[in-house]
């Protein structure tokens, strides 16, 4: 299931910012959904219209923005988004109908959809007020109580949210580990690893590797792949000779390196020594670390070799 990015209606509505200064609030979403998509591909920007048929404000407009020249680069990544609108056709009904968002006393369709999906809710960042990455929800609805009586509830929620790259800092451990939570088996772990571990690349052998994964080690592979994930997402390959690991990992020993040669797909045999460790048991999860593409190539995963 794609992740889903909404596009916080509040946060260009009615705004007396000057035009540049929303084009350059473009720029910056952007840069955000940019960020996003180093740690998950998988994402869909969902809109209360289509997104060129947004009004920013009282005078301007996402068409009037994309006719000038200057903002090519920016249209293109765009338009080359998956998109979804409007929010009433994203969530489930059984979700969406007989409840309302508001956010400080003003409906919020946005968030509040972000809120149901279980997505992450994205703002231009043209008022202070969109300046946090946890934004609190008023959540109202009707709702049956035991006498069977109809009667209005209300409770507080939030919503996770960035309105600037820097914020989805604050989400990287939750982009990787919401769709982990969907890998059931070692099966759906290969189909997913390109959406959700787009730092790691995975030679061929390594989906059978996972097709005969014994059951108890899928959570813990997960986990530990999730780790590798962070760190190399993170990692300055100009900078720093390796990423800053966030579990053990270590080289092999000079007595086994032999063991750990695997022909990558360039057909040549390279050495995949570095290794981190998944229990109950001795389990080994072998790979070598990719500078220029500020990628690890994993090799093996299964008992220690």
């Known amino acids: 299931m794609s992740l889903l990015l909404v596009l916080n209606e509040l946060s260009y509505r009615e ?28 994402v869909a920007l969902v ?3 289509r997104f060129f048929d947004l009004d920013l404000g009282d005078d301007y407009s996402v068409r009037e923005w994309a006719g000038d020249g200057r903002n090519r680069d920016a249209l293109r ?10 929010f009433r056709d994203v969530a489930p009904a059984d979700l969406r109908d007989g409840t309302e968002y508001f956010h ?12 149901q999906v279980g997505g992450l809710a994205v703002s231009l960042p043209l008022a202070q007020l969109w300046e946090e990455p946890l934004l609190w929800l008023s959540q109202r609805g009707l709702a049956e ?9 209300e409770a507080e929620v939030d919503v996770r949210h960035a309105s600037r790259s820097e914020h989805v800092d604050e989400h990287r451990q939750w982009l990787c580990d919401s769709e982990l939570t969907r890998i059931h088996t070692g099966s759906d772990l290969w189909e997913a690893r390109e959406d959700v571990f787009p730092h790691l690349r995975f030679l061929p052998r390594v989906a059978d590797d996972l097709l005969r994964l014994a059951p108890a080690w899928l ?28 579990s053990k990992v270590t080289p092999e020993s000079e007595t ?16 995949f020594d570095w290794h981190a460790r998944f229990t109950p048991g001795a389990g080994r999860l072998h790979f070598r670390m990719d500078g220029a593409r500020q990628q690890l190539v994993v090799a093996y995963i299964g008992a220690k070799l």
């Open 104 to 115: 400080r006393e003003r409906p919020a369709e946005g968030l509040g959809t972000a809120h």
């Open 77 to 86: 990544y765009l338009r080359g988004m998956r998109q979804r609108a409007p």
């Open 15 to 42: 705004t007396k910012a000057r035009r540049e200064e929303v084009s350059d609030s473009l720029h910056g979403l952007v840069g955000l959904l940019r960020k996003v998509r180093q740690h998950r591909t998988d």
């Open 145 to 153: 109580d035991d006498a069977g009586a109809v009667a209005l509830t």
């Open 256 to 271: 086994r390196k032999a063991l750990c040669r695997f022909v990558d797909t360039d057909g040549q045999a390279h050495l």
């Open 219 to 246: 959570n813990p592979v997960k986990e530990r792949l999730a780790d590798l994930e962070l760190a190399a997402s993170a990692w300055a390959p100009a900078v720093e000779a390796a990423p800053r690991w966030r």
């Open 47 to 49: 809109t209360e219209r």
